[in-house]
């Protein structure tokens, strides 16, 4: 214990020790990653003749962005669908002479080798037909590349065509992007040591809360759910990558934007909480100094559970006791003190304890 000359009517300030619940969390920095960025590019060549979007415009799932002019793909199916009517025809008339043969043969009015020759020819003019309802259906597909529409609900970006382009089949050029913002995922690395704390909870199917705080780490943005962790340690960093899901109602949470994630581990419940500033350690142990009745200070040892800067649950230490947080360096056990002020209380019990990014929790 401290050896600090007594010197009796030290002024001091002092705390309160109280009974609540001490939230454990892993702090660490994190990504807005959207679940879906869809990048669309032409899959034809033509001019494009109208853009539906306005930049930045929330769309929906199946609404109209751009179209290409159809008029080249509409006449290419309109030339195939005339050649699938001309072989079906034929095919129409190949069976129907395929029927006559037949009966003839039945009556051994024609040899069986013009009876098999028939056949063949019906089974040319089948594929005929099978080929031409391909190149239809081919065609159909381009002419509908000429109408392109959102394949997700969210929004767009800047406008990057304009009515009049000319747009061409496999080049790298953009169209439009679409993102998608409700629901929003933020990515967030967590150290290697703090994942068998959180794969414990995962594995008792516990939905971890992670919530996601500003750039300052002082306003909370959204509150959402762990979903998913990836599949190993970046052995670079030590840390492994974590995923959680926000429902972001208000479109608080913006892609790409640099975001601190407080995942929760566990809550302890009715625990004593001490003012973090009442808690001296001597290297080996960890002690409180008590002002008991008298104002006379006694020595009491415990064992720190979490921490804060504001607050720490404790062991060894009943609620409601008085405790010194300040003044140390005049006090020891058995020295009488003057307090200063009212005794103050432990600020927001339920709030718990955050971590350093990365880290692990306090002892």
Not at 61 to 67: N, S, Y
Not at 150 to 174: K, Q
Not at 258 to 263: E, M
Request: with cysteine; hydrophobic share 35%; glycine share 8%.
């Amino acid at each position: 214990m401290p050896s600090s000359k007594q010197q009796a009517g030290a002024a001091i300030t002092v705390g309160q020790t109280t009974t609540g619940n001490m939230n454990i969390y892993v702090d660490a920095l994190g990504t807005v990653t959207p679940t879906y960025t869809v990048t669309l590019y032409s899959q034809i060549t033509g001019q494009v003749v109208a853009v539906h979007y306005r930049e930045g415009q929330m769309v929906n799932k199946g609404d109209p962005l751009i179209d290409i002019d159809p008029r080249p793909y509409q006449a290419m199916l309109t030339q195939a669908e005339g050649t699938l009517e001309h072989d079906q025809g034929l095919l129409e008339e190949a069976r129907m002479d395929l029927a006559r043969y037949q009966a003839a043969w039945a009556r051994n009015a024609i040899p069986r080798q013009q009876l098999e020759d028939q056949e063949k020819v019906v089974t040319q003019d089948e594929g005929a037909v099978k080929a031409d309802q391909g190149t239809v259906d081919y065609d159909k597909v381009e002419l509908s590349y000429c109408h392109i529409t959102s394949p997700i609900t969210g929004r767009v970006g800047l406008r990057l065509v304009d009515p009049g382009n000319t747009v061409f089949a496999g080049s790298s050029s953009t169209l439009v992007v679409v993102t998608q913002l409700q629901p929003i995922t933020v990515v967030f690395d967590v150290s290697e040591d703090d994942l068998p704390q959180v794969q414990a909870q995962l594995h008792g199917r516990q939905a971890l809360e992670v919530d996601a705080f500003d750039r300052s780490n002082e306003k909370q943005i959204e509150a959402g759910k762990l979903t998913s962790l990836d599949n190993e340690v970046d052995t670079s960093t030590g840390t492994i990558k974590f995923r959680a899901d926000f429902p972001n109602r208000k479109l608080d949470l913006f892609p790409n934007q640099f975001v601190n994630a407080r995942l929760l581990l566990r809550t302890l419940r009715q625990v004593t909480l001490v003012p973090s500033a009442a808690v001296q350690h001597n290297g080996t142990e960890a002690f409180v100094y008590i002002v008991g009745a008298g104002n006379k200070v006694t020595v009491q040892a415990v064992t720190v559970l979490n921490s804060t800067d504001e607050q720490s649950a404790v062991q060894g230490l009943n609620s409601g006791v008085t405790v010194a947080t300040s003044g140390f360096d005049r006090l020891e056990n058995g020295v009488t003190v003057s307090v200063r002020g009212q005794p103050s209380q432990p600020n927001n019990p339920g709030r718990g304890s955050s971590q350093s990014p990365g880290g692990k929790a306090s002892p």
